[in-house]
């Protein structure tokens, strides 16, 4: 199984995945926001998704938006979003995405790939770590709330 970028024509197979992700992180569902959202983002382009299917189910999708670093003068992404279904959990479907991920960083030019994980998130971080990632304990992580 070979994750690829998704397009619109994927939304059928990608927003149950979107929504059940952002349920996750404990948002209501709505399946008629999470495909807006993932429509505006696939119209404009302003971020890269890529899903692992099988004929006729989602099986898991990773979404990045494009950064860039001024120190090092060069663009990066941000992988924000790891999704796989549990029913395709331990199958390799995350490793396959972050995978995917790495290879569409290399193949932009990034100089590095970010995301953020829960602290309590075991699982996932020793994923990461197994695949090369370090954990940065060097710098804080805020974030300001604005009004929408």
Do not use: K
Not at 77 to 94: M, Q, S
Request: with cysteine; hydrophobic share 40%.
């Amino acid at each position: 199984m070979e994750p690829r970028r998704a397009t619109l024509s994927d939304l059928p197979s990608l927003v149950p995945l979107f929504d059940a992700y952002r349920q996750f992180y404990r948002q209501p569902p709505d399946l008629l926001r999470a495909e807006a959202f993932l429509r505006e983002r696939l119209t404009r382009g302003d971020s890269v998704i890529f899903l692992a299917d099988e004929p006729g189910a989602g099986l898991g999708f990773t979404q990045l938006y494009p950064i860039f670093s001024s120190v090092r003068t060069a663009p990066a992404w941000v992988l924000n979003d790891l999704y796989v279904a549990p029913a395709a959990r331990g199958t390799g479907v995350a490793e396959a995405l972050m995978q995917r991920a790495r290879r569409h960083a290399e193949e932009t030019g990034a100089c590095y790939l970010e995301l953020m994980t829960a602290r309590d998130n075991s699982v996932a971080q020793r994923l990461y770590e197994r695949l090369g990632w370090q954990r940065d304990e060097d710098y804080y992580h805020y974030e300001l709330a604005v009004a929408r």
